[in-house]
């Protein structure tokens, strides 16, 4: 029997009820073209990437992973860093369902850290499925870190003090790219940040049956990202930790991670037992459910009294994260 949902926090249900550019919660693979034009426009319309002149913002072109297409990545450093020795460096993953979004969406979220600390930013241009299904986002996401970490000096960060962060799809690929490059041997970043990180392929906790119908993001969308990114394979026995990283048999030897999610969205369950199996693995991770929250809440509602308190939370761990 599914019980009745969490309810939202009142500030956030008012902002959820009346947000003009607020998603259904739903997602069929025939809404993917038109949500991923809506999206595209909205981020164009409303992000100044320049932090009003706090950031040169630079696109670069890179080599992609082996036998596939060159990658995109957004570079952003301080315009006046405050020092002139390297600062740290913010990997960005961005979300989406595996499906929607590029690398401008949700990166205001890095930026506004990286004013804070005075860092870089690089944001990775993944590419999405279906037309791109598994492995081709974490491999692309893999690639973005290996230059990001190699030419770290050249852009005005610290290659020993890179932290890897993503929102949903992204902080699922963030996940998923802290064991790939733990078992690659590859780049080792100082932390990952997992905000409500889109992990489990099977989409069967009683979150997401709490939730259908329900928010920004529910069961039904989460089929269709995941059926989008592993076709027949989802749900099934031979799924990868690289594709869902709930999947990891071994969750030991990660960086620290900070995870964040609300307690009236999808992904919930899988991220609180996500937290709990790394602590179990005798690893460092410290966890927010947010009372209330919806998936996305902070940035539908940023001035909402829950979402300062997610975004102040976040820093607070950045800062001792990242401060010697």
Known sequence: ???????????????????????????????????????????????????????????????????????????????????????PAFYFAHGGGMVLGDRRVGVD???????????????????????????????????GLLWTA???????????????????????????????TRDRKGPRPLGQVLLSPML???????????????????????????TALLGDRRGGPDVPAYAAPARASDLSALPPAFLDVGSAETFRDEVVTYASRIWQAGGEAELHVWPGGFHGFDGTAPQAALSQAARDARLRWLHRLLTP
């Not at 850290?113 to 860092?119: C, F, G, M, N, V």
């Not at 999405?128 to 598994?134: Q, S, T």
């Not at 890897?164 to 790219?177: D, E, R, Y």
Request: aromatic share 4%; net charge negative; glycine share 10%.
């Open 109 to 143: 979220v890095a930026l506004e850290w990286a004013r804070e600390l005075d860092s870089v930013v690089v944001s990775v241009e993944y590419r999405l499925a279906p037309e791109h299904p598994y492995p081709a986002a974490i491999e692309d996401v893999y690639a």
């Open 200 to 226: 489990d392929d099977r989409n069967d906790t009683p979150s997401a049956r709490q939730m259908e119908g329900l928010g920004v993001w529910d069961r039904s969308a989460n089929e269709t990202g995941w």
């Open 1 to 87: 029997m599914v019980q009745s949902p969490p309810p939202f926090d009142a500030e956030l249900a008012v902002a959820l009820e009346s947000g003009k550019d607020v998603p259904p919660p739903g997602l069929t693979p025939e809404d993917i073209p038109e949500r991923r034009q809506v999206l595209l426009d909205q981020v164009s319309a409303d992000l100044d990437l320049t932090m009003g002149g706090t950031f040169d913002v630079e696109h670069r072109t890179i080599p992609g992973p082996k036998s596939a297409p060159a990658l995109s990545l957004l570079v952003c450093r301080p315009a006046s860093p405050a020092t002139p020795r390297p600062g």
């Open 150 to 180: 190699g030419h770290a000096g050249e852009i005005g960060g610290d290659p020993d003090r890179i932290v890897i962060a993503g929102v949903s799809a992204g902080g699922g690929l963030t996940a998923a790219l802290a064991l790939l």
